[in-house]
């Protein structure tokens, strides 16, 4: 995991869009409050499936992202959810860009529970709910994760997510079933469907359709 020292030099990606010049009171600020949430973008990216392989890599896109919106981020309202947000996209871009560059048939369902971090590991019922939200399709499990897990209201996650208020309620109703029938199956020891995690794969994962 990225420490603040390390925040402090990283260099920017390939792929990136170059941030636009700031006031360096902004520039500290914006880096300064980056440090304060760097546990919960941690904790949402793997919420969200990502790998600790990538993880620091996308840290990095998601500090960088948050600096390049930061003249648009309105600092009187909570920041998880803006960063949650912002993670989300990221992580969707990473994935689309994945299914571009590597064969559907290379690509290996991940072992979720080969790849969890120290905490996580000490927690039976932690490692069965991150497997099972990992078979939960992407955008269902962000609008599920921002409601369910960070208590952020349905209205506030339409919004974060640019989706419309009635495509997020049905998102969490669809998730809400997703999860509680994989957790049941792996409770019951039964074999579970691939189609939660293929379904992430799709190109266009943050079209408005539930």
């Known amino acids: 995991m990225l420490t603040p020292a390390e925040i402090e030099v ?3 990606s390939p792929a990136a869009v170059p941030s636009p010049i700031m006031d360096p009171v902004e520039d500290a600020a914006c880096l300064r409050l980056f440090r ?3 546990d919960y973008v941690h904790q949402s990216l793997r919420r969200l499936g990502a790998s600790l392989l990538d993880i620091e890599d996308l840290m ?3 500090f960088l992202a948050l600096r390049g919106s930061w003249h648009r981020c309105d600092r009187s309202r909570p920041l998880r959810p803006y960063l949650f947000g912002i993670a989300f996209r990221v992580l969707a871009a990473h994935r689309r860009k ?3 560059e590597v064969p559907f ?3 290996d369902v ?3 529970h080969a790849d969890l971090d120290g905490r996580l590991m000490n927690s039976q019922a932690r490692r069965m709910v991150l497997a099972a939200l990992d078979r939960v399709p992407l955008p269902r499990r962000a609008v599920l994760i921002m409601h369910e897990l960070d208590d952020v209201p349905v209205a506030t996650v339409a919004s974060t997510l640019r989706i419309p208020l009635f495509t997020a309620y049905s998102r969490l109703r669809k998730a809400r079933r997703e999860l509680a029938t994989v957790l049941r199956r792996m409770l019951k ?3 579970l469907e691939e189609s939660g995690l293929l379904s992430d794969g799709q190109p266009d994962l943050l079209a408005h359709p539930a």
Do not use: K, N
Request: overall charge negative; aromatic content about 0%; cysteine-free.
């Open 189 to 191: 020891g039964e074999p």
């Open 60 to 62: 990095q896109e998601v």
């Open 105 to 107: 048939g290379a690509i």
């Open 10 to 12: 990283l260099p920017a």
């Open 98 to 100: 994945r299914m571009r």
């Open 110 to 112: 991940p072992d979720v």
């Open 36 to 38: 304060d949430e760097l």
